[in-house]
């Protein structure tokens, strides 16, 4: 399995991002956007008419109340949209406009939730961001204990992509690998 590290963008203005890519350009080429509502998760990021460079790819961790709202407006120039299991109300018809939209169908898990809520829909998910800090914020602290849920989850799925999510260093980029 190919594993991949890939810088987090958390920004308060698009003058703020727009220096990040700066700083980013010709060192790599995708991005890992941290979208936050101040509604979902207590901080936020992202959260103004943003524009995107094209000088990159993008995964968006969408920790937000209505992450299809996200999705329609930012959708095509994202390549994967992954909104938080717990901010959406019907997984079943959630996961049936993603395929609508020929998107990978990917959702965030808090460090709370349990695999047994989201078992009925592995089979249907290309996906699963596993948090190991508790959603929001830089620097957050590190929790060991939801790595648990990759063994879970590539039991019921082992075709699935596996992102692991907060507090990574050299020590815990080695457990999560």
């Not at 958390?10 to 003058?15: E, G, I, P």
């Not at 990159?56 to 120039?77: C, D, S, V």
């Not at 609508?100 to 078992?119: D, N, S």
């Not at 957050?140 to 939801?146: E, N």
């Amino acid at each position: 399995m190919k594993q991949r590290i890939l810088p987090s963008v958390m920004a308060k203005s698009q003058q703020e991002v727009n220096d990040i890519f700066r700083r980013l350009e010709g060192v790599v080429r995708e991005l890992h956007l941290d979208v936050a509502d101040g509604k979902f998760v207590p901080n936020t990021s992202l959260d103004f008419p943003l524009r995107l460079s094209s000088k990159f790819t993008y995964n968006a961790h969408l920790m937000i109340e209505n992450p299809q709202e996200w999705i329609e407006r930012y959708g095509k120039r994202v390549d994967l949209c992954i909104p938080h299991y717990e901010a959406i109300g019907d997984i079943a018809a959630y996961i049936s406009w993603m395929k609508e939209r020929k998107k990978k169908v990917a959702f965030a898990l808090k460090p709370e939730t349990g695999i047994r809520e989201i078992r009925p829909y592995l089979q249907d998910v290309d996906c699963i961001l596993i948090l190991t800090v508790n959603p929001g914020f830089y620097g957050a602290k590190y929790l060991k204990s939801p790595l648990r849920k990759v063994t879970q989850i590539k039991r019921i799925n082992p075709n699935i992509e596996i992102i692991v999510d907060g507090g990574m260093n050299p020590t815990t980029i080695e457990e999560a690998a």
